[in-house]
């Protein structure tokens, strides 16, 4: 019989799920990540699901401030780009955001998916199951840092080619997360963007359906 | 100060992550999920990161043995396309698993992502986030499932097109997951593709990379 987990130890989850949130610069403690704890955050990865058993992920750690700069840099660039994306009130409020902490945060993880030449069980139908995996090992990683009250922030607004080149990444890896990981002096209550009123929380019934969608849907 | 997660805690954590499994058709029991904790599956997915809080999921769920069947029509005919992918043993193998558990789980859950016309902070030079935040909704589910003792297998052998025609979708949705959900008799103690020898577990060595990739890679 396998291990049958209590209703206290769901609730508890439910907690870490709850409290976890995207941790930028302005967070981040210089407290070193140790060795030890970083392996717990690896095993978590590593323990996600992945299709066909494929476990196409790969990991690099990044403690160099060489590096990091380096990837600071493009963070730069996409971002002065993103900013153009939005006018009015709206960027003037994401030129004052804090969208990373690279520089801060003592480990960077730059998380990578690494195709494999021979059909994966499971990717036939599905090109995108691969780096989908990938994701769920970040996820598990992001979860079980904030059950060790460790801030993870991932950084998207990089371009992702840079990053393969500052990481002499092989030609056939893609980035897919680039992670800022370290101890905070806390966690904010709410995701910043919420509370910010950047977006709105969806309620439960914007994104349940039952059965099918409404047939007037095929309009939109 | 915000919560702080205790050393137990993260071990509980820990245990959630190691002895959860894709769970395939010959596990699910025929009990019901109802509504109550099917809730605190959603309500653990919609806790997830997104990019830009953009929140850009959609979850259908099924209970109708009519659509399942439209389903499982679908993977009939993608399971053996992706069967042609193999040959010798490892065909044989392949034809041997179960792979999904459309029919026998009592709840099916399309997951979707539905992307938004305005720009997304944080996407604007990853096209990829908003498919990626809709997966780390599903991992949160499939962990807070297993801490419930309910069993979840994500079913990737289906033809994303036919499942939106099925379930009505609107043209620009993406199917991103379609997973069965229900109780199971027991947890398999290893991923099962594991067991069988279809893959071999990786070691941390072979996945985790220090500041940067050998230049030997580039050969790759």
């Not at 407290?31 to 990991?59: C, H, M, R």
């Not at 709105?200 to 007037?216: L, N």
Request: charged share 25%; aromatic share 8%.
């Amino acid at each position: 019989m396998s291990h049958q987990f209590s209703e206290n130890d769901s609730l508890l989850l439910a907690e870490i799920i709850r409290l976890r949130r995207d941790v930028r610069g302005t967070r981040f403690l210089s407290s070193p990540i140790d060795d030890n704890t970083l392996d717990k955050l690896l095993e978590a990865a590593i323990n996600a699901p992945s299709v066909g058993y494929s476990q196409p992920w790969q990991f690099v750690v990044i403690r160099e401030d060489g590096v990091k700069q380096q990837v600071h840099h493009s963070f730069i660039k996409e971002n002065a780009v993103g900013a153009e994306q939005f006018s009015g009130e709206k960027q003037r409020l994401y030129q004052n955001l804090k969208l990373e902490g690279i520089l801060e945060a003592p480990v960077n993880l730059a998380v990578f998916y690494q195709p494999q030449a021979k059909p994966v069980l499971g990717q036939t139908s599905m090109a995108d199951m691969g780096r989908f995996s990938v994701v769920c090992a970040i996820q598990n990683l992001w979860l079980m840092a904030r059950s060790l009250n460790i801030g993870v922030g991932w950084v998207s607004i990089i371009d992702p080619e840079s990053v393969k080149k500052i990481l002499n990444a092989p030609q056939d890896a893609e980035l897919i997360g680039y992670l800022c990981i370290g101890y905070v002096e806390d966690f904010l209550a709410e995701p910043e963007l919420k509370a910010l009123g950047w977006e709105k929380q969806k309620t439960m019934s914007e994104v349940i359906i039952k059965e099918r969608f409404d047939s007037t849907n095929q309009e939109k």
